[in-house]
């Protein structure tokens, strides 16, 4: 049985634990970057309460084993990227970050830290229940059955999700087709109305087709009297009449 002593001094039995990084929220929740996936040195130091200092001197004594987990240090173009990428909004020129690896690996490298020895504790007691209750491998199974029971999964699967899916799509597609029908009926009668007004104009803007005037109002005046006819007879008796 691996012991606490043991884990703090021999570097291949810490290196055999590190995959266990599901303890760390065990003993005690660690908040992440936004990347989800890493810690700086003060954020190392808060979950284990310790100040960073102490963080750096462990970096400093065990830096080889340590980058072995994943520990790096950003610099340059790369720090920048990440700082975008992840929205810090820092001017420090580097930055030391930590993955859960590297930091279930401090856990069973610092001493003084009570959470750091509940850390290894909790990953003791899962090495002891793993070693002593191994799981049996089942018996391995038919192919042709294993198969079987993969494509009914697949169908159930499918016919909870995806299926369905497709038919909220296919009747939402409907209604949105019935919608574009009536809407082009509505544009194709106002393109016929439009049409019937700019015939109409043009029929009354034809040449030699005058405006209508405006009615003619009945004379007021007397109407003027007949000349009497004048005939020969008329001159041969001197013209009578005539003024």
Known sequence: MINETA????????????????????????????????????M?????????????????????????SGYRVLTGAELSDFKQL?????RTRSLALFPRRAVLNIAMLLRDSEVARQVRVYLLDMEYLARTHPVENPAPA??????????QRITHILGRTVVPLFNALIETSGEHRR?????????????????????RLQRLEAPGRTAPGPPETP?????????????????????PGRP
């Open 219 to 239: 004379s007021t005046s007397r109407p003027r009297a007949a000349s009497p006819p004048y005939t020969v007879d008329w001159w041969r008796n001197g013209a």
């Open 44 to 68: 190392v130091a808060s979950y284990f309460s310790v100040t960073a200092e102490v963080i750096r001197a462990l970096v400093h004594d065990h830096r080889a084993e340590l980058e072995a």
């Open 86 to 90: 992840s929205g810090i909004q820092s």
């Open 7 to 42: 884990l703090l001094e021999s570097q291949t039995l810490r290196g055999s634990v590190l995959d266990r990084t599901d303890v760390l929220d065990k003993v005690k929740a660690l908040s992440l970057l936004p990347d989800g996936m890493h810690v700086t040195t003060a």
């Open 142 to 151: 038919d192919a042709a059955s294993l198969d079987a029971r993969i494509d």
């Open 179 to 199: 919608e574009l029908t009536a809407l082009r009926a509505g544009v194709q009668r106002i393109e016929k109305r439009l049409k019937q007004h700019h015939n």
